[in-house]
């Protein structure tokens, strides 16, 4: 019998069953084909408020089987982690786990990491923060700083720093 292969309508390249049944692998236990496209997931997605991210999209792409397509596409690291389409789905389906074994997928197959993810990595190290002591502005348009809100000026790094970089870099393991 012949396979029959889902053809996308974008860039005319089909579905790879082969893909699928890796990718299955990697995600173990979260079945993306348990997915009935409710959306739940899209609804409190930070990421698709800010940058039009349809998780739900993005997990039906992969139970079609366009995997190749996801993991050369910059929509896959557009996700924040913030699981809120995790708490939503219905289904139990995990949508930010899909999104991290795509960019696993995407690492391993030589795609390009986007250079804001490498350089917050660096200052995680750096600093065990993602991001520098900064000013914020209200709504008001008033400038805000640690020490006009009484907070200490310098945040001090993790206690220990070498034991949270390998812990860290423990974490990042599967990543890269």
């Known amino acids: ?10 860039t005319n390249k089909p579905s790879e069953p082969e893909a699928k049944k890796r990718f299955a692998e990697i995600i173990g236990s979260q079945d993306p084909n348990a997915c009935f496209v409710c959306a739940r997931c899209t609804t409190g997605c930070e990421a698709m408020e800010l940058l039009e991210n349809f998780p739900h999209q993005v997990v039906n792409l992969v139970r079609l089987g366009l995997i190749d397509e996801l993991i050369n596409s910059e929509k896959i690291w557009a996700c924040m982690q913030c699981l809120k389409c995790t708490e939503r789905c ?4 995990a949508p930010s786990d899909v999104f991290l074994a795509l960019r696993n997928l995407a690492v391993k197959a030589g795609a390009k990491v986007p250079d804001g993810f490498f350089k917050a990595l660096e200052m995680i190290m750096e600093t065990g923060y993602l991001q520098p002591v900064q000013e914020v502005v209200s709504r008001t348009f008033e400038t805000y700083n640690r020490k006009s809100l009484n907070l200490r000026e310098n945040i001090p790094q993790p206690a220990n720093l070498e034991k949270f970089k390998e812990a860290f870099m423990a974490t990042m393991e599967g990543m890269f």
């Open 90 to 93: 219905p289904q139990n389906v």
């Open 1 to 10: 019998m012949a396979s029959v292969a889902l053809l996308d309508l974008m």
